[in-house]
């Protein structure tokens, strides 16, 4: 069994900047390759970010391409997503994936565990 526990979302205004965290435990967290999706009220789950289990590689949908960063701290458990340059049409709960998968898993139904979410609301 994974847990993991989001934290960081929150209100912001367009254009400014949050800092999402995701703290795992119950396995070793360097054998797990880590994501984050999105769900909007009424939109299909989109999956917006993931990363090996070395962070060597990421991969990012190009809706948030140049603007969101995944970044994880092995020694502390943790994947971050930093969003930058946020848009209204990034408000959406974002919740942590962690996957048993090698490499960069990048589909909703690569990932074995996910956490409860973190609500971002970004106001215009």
């Known amino acids: 069994q994974v847990q993991l526990v989001e934290s960081g979302g929150g209100l912001v205004q367009a254009g400014g900047s949050l800092r999402l965290s995701c703290a795992a435990s119950?396995?070793?967290?360097?054998?797990?390759?880590m994501g984050w999706s999105r769900q909007a009220p009424g939109k299909e789950r989109e999956f917006v970010a993931s990363?090996?289990?070395?962070?060597?590689?990421?991969y990012y949908a190009d809706s948030v391409k140049g603007r969101f960063s995944i970044s994880r701290d092995n020694a502390k458990n943790t994947v971050y997503l930093q969003l930058n340059s946020l848009k209204s049409d990034d408000t959406a709960v974002y919740r942590c994936?962690?996957?048993?998968?090698?490499?960069?898993?990048?589909?909703?139904?690569?990932?074995?565990?996910w956490g409860q979410g973190t609500q971002v609301t970004v106001s215009s």
């Open positions: 994936a962690a996957s048993f998968r090698v490499g960069i898993p990048y589909r909703v139904d690569e990932y074995d565990y």
């Open positions: 119950g396995r070793t967290f360097s054998t797990l390759a």
């Open positions: 990363i090996n289990r070395i962070g060597s590689i990421t």
